[in-house]
């Protein structure tokens, strides 16, 4: 990495005029946050519970979470009294996302999203050509855009579904298609989704991934039938091809990072339980396809119980598989939910080391997401209810997985003799093998020049024209791996944004003296 040692900084050509012809910007740094903690490890690892006890069961549950999350040590947001658990999600729709309210709640609150229709097969499938699945993403865009730019990681929901998924998909001229041509198209869905997230939203996490929805009938008794399922339709009743090729396809095509989950509801009622377990067994049978279980979670107060939610916990926790929470929700309809939400996540912070995150259904009870009235959430108008502080309190009474903090104190002495200290603390988790984040060297080491956006060796005007078209149209700029990793010079680790394009512009004309301008301290990094 050549770092800031600039070999020739061209184009020094320069004026104010050209500057105010892409973005205004203010010359004052932003305060950096510094106290946002990174969780780069893994929480696996509890000798007290017995069906952790050997090595290889502890290693390959930790090497199927994805814990880059950020949270703030200290902070008031629900993910920060959650962060050394688990990370902590909701489900919101595009047109919750524009409202600043819904905007300035999820970030306070939140470190991972989930789109409740937005991602969903009707949503992203454009059209069917032959073997081919069009994607189009627009209908998630808002919400990606969002998540990219604040750094919150994403859930992506679902791929394989018996529902709200175009019956087109299945069929040619109103005929179902052949098994070997459905595979295709659910290779062809799987690659071209992964592949838009990827050019669409190139600094978005997708830290995991439901390949298949709601595989079973209700209580026991396996698959969906044909009456219920066009994928049953295609493949025959009971045959779970598709299933293993939806995660095989997924598994080819996912980031590294994006673990891969098997979800359902009512999958703490045993029945349900032993499906899962019986599909995820067939899953890892046929290879390395499947990371976790996801759980849904739609329970109801006085009939659930935080114990039978336990029971299956443990059940999952022995495949050796991670598990995630995926839509957290409690209906009132028997009773109020006061007890059984604080009892629910003491069960899952108590599970920590094997539940990597846990995502409420919606943000607030007045989004929608389930037709019924009676569901509940720990907060009413973005405000929290008198129970989510029953929640939160749960964090003084429950021992997180060991985790060892380590202070790393930088000092960073500008031009102007001001003196900026940062004390930045990485969170590991004491099982994990992963060495401690430097995210400024890890940054630092993607780079070969910083500010160089089109990879030419150079710094100059260029450089800031090609962040600005990629920009304005992605379609057609597009900036490259090593080009967006030297871009982003703003607050290096968030991504490009016009400030990538003022900072070169500023560092042209000599108001900073080097590249990056600063280190962003909420920043999710992957190895
Ligand atoms: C299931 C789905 C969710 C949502 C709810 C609605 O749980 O996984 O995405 O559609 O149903 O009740």
């Not at 160089?452 to 800031?464: E, L, P, Q, R, V």
């Not at 962040?467 to 607050?491: C, F, H, R, W």
Request: proline share 3%; with cysteine; hydrophobic share 35%.
């Amino acid at each position: 990495m050549i770092g800031n040692t600039i070999k020739k900084v061209l184009g020094l050509t320069v004026s104010a005029a050209i500057l105010s012809f892409c973005v205004p910007f203010s010359v004052s740094a932003d305060d950096k946050n510094d106290k946002s903690y990174i969780n780069s490890g893994s929480n696996a690892g509890d000798e007290s519970d017995t069906a952790y006890e050997t090595a290889d069961c502890i290693g390959r549950v930790a090497s199927r979470q994805n814990l880059n999350y950020t949270y703030e040590k200290g902070g008031d947001g629900f993910k920060d009294y959650m962060g050394p658990y688990f990370r902590l999600g909701a489900a919101v729709t595009g047109y919750e996302i524009n409202k600043t309210v819904a905007q300035e709640f999820i970030k306070k609150n939140y470190n991972s999203i989930t789109c409740m229709n937005e991602m969903k097969p009707d949503s992203i499938i454009a059209g069917v050509n032959g073997d081919e699945v069009d994607i189009s993403l627009n209908s998630a865009k808002a919400i990606l855009k969002f998540a990219e730019h604040n750094g919150i990681g994403v859930h992506g929901h679902t791929f394989v579904w018996y529902s709200q998924t175009p019956s087109y998909l299945f069929q040619d001229n109103h005929e179902y298609v052949s098994k070997e041509r459905m595979n295709k198209r659910l290779e062809s869905m799987i690659k071209n989704t992964f592949s838009e997230l990827r050019s669409q939203f190139p600094n978005l996490q997708v830290h995991s991934y439901d390949v298949c929805n709601e595989l079973f009938i209700n209580d026991g008794g396996g698959m969906r039938p044909e009456s219920g399922s066009n994928w049953a339709k295609v493949y025959g009743e009971g045959n779970s091809e598709f299933v293993v090729n939806a995660f095989k396809y997924a598994r080819e095509y996912a980031p590294e990072d994006c673990k891969l989950y098997l979800s359902d509801y009512n999958e703490y009622m045993s029945k349900k339980t032993d499906d899962l377990i019986d599909m995820a067994k067939k899953i890892m049978k046929e290879g390395d396809y499947i990371d976790g279980i996801g759980m849904q979670a739609h329970l109801i107060s006085r009939y659930s119980s935080a114990s039978e939610f336990e029971t299956a916990i443990k059940q999952f926790e022995a495949l050796g598989l991670d598990i995630q929470i995926t839509e957290l929700d409690i209906s009132s309809s028997t009773g109020p939910v006061d007890e059984l939400y604080p009892q629910i996540f003491e069960v899952a912070m108590k599970h920590a080391k094997n539940i990597s995150c846990v995502t409420l259904s919606r943000t607030t009870d007045e989004s929608v997401w389930r037709t019924d009235d009676y569901i509940r959430l720990p907060f009413s108008n973005y405000q929290p209810k008198n129970f989510y502080y029953d929640i939160i309190a749960l964090a003084d009474k429950i021992d997180p997985p060991t985790v060892t903090t380590t202070n790393t104190l930088t000092t960073t002495t500008t031009t102007t003799t001001t003196t900026t200290t940062t004390n930045t603390a990485t969170t590991t988790v004491s099982a994990t093998t992963t060495a401690p984040v430097d995210i400024k060297e890890l940054l630092d080491s993607k780079v070969s020049i910083w500010g160089d956006a089109n990879c030419d060796d150079n710094i100059d005007m260029s450089d800031t024209v090609i962040i600005m078209q990629s920009l304005a149209n992605p379609n057609k700029y597009k900036l490259t791996e090593q080009g967006a990793a030297n871009a982003d010079v703003y607050e290096a680790g968030v991504g490009i944004t016009t400030n990538d394009a003022a900072s070169i512009q500023k560092y042209l004309l000599g108001i900073i003296k080097s590249l990056p301008e600063s280190y962003s301290s909420n920043v999710t990094a992957s190895k």
